[in-house]
């Protein structure tokens, strides 16, 4: 079996954290969180095609490395 690599910062036991809470969220508690993010200040929400994706997350990373 291979070792996984992780984003800098990251571990398996965070992504355990963060599987545990989106797996335990009401469908409620999904809807609110995704509201939340559409009226965040500073954020803009907006559909990307995916081809273009990994480009788009290549320019965030850069903007704001972890």
Avoid: C
Avoid at 11 to 36: N, T
Wanted: aromatic share 6%; net charge negative; charged share 30%.
């Amino acid at each position: 079996m291979s070792k996984q690599n992780f984003p800098p910062g990251w571990d398996d036991r965070r992504v355990r954290e963060v599987l545990a809470h989106y797996e335990s969220q009401s469908e409620d508690e999904q809807f609110a969180e995704i509201e939340a993010a559409i009226d965040a200040e500073g954020i803009t929400m907006m559909a990307v095609p995916t081809e273009l994706a990994p480009e788009v997350r290549a320019l965030i990373a850069k903007k704001h490395p972890a």
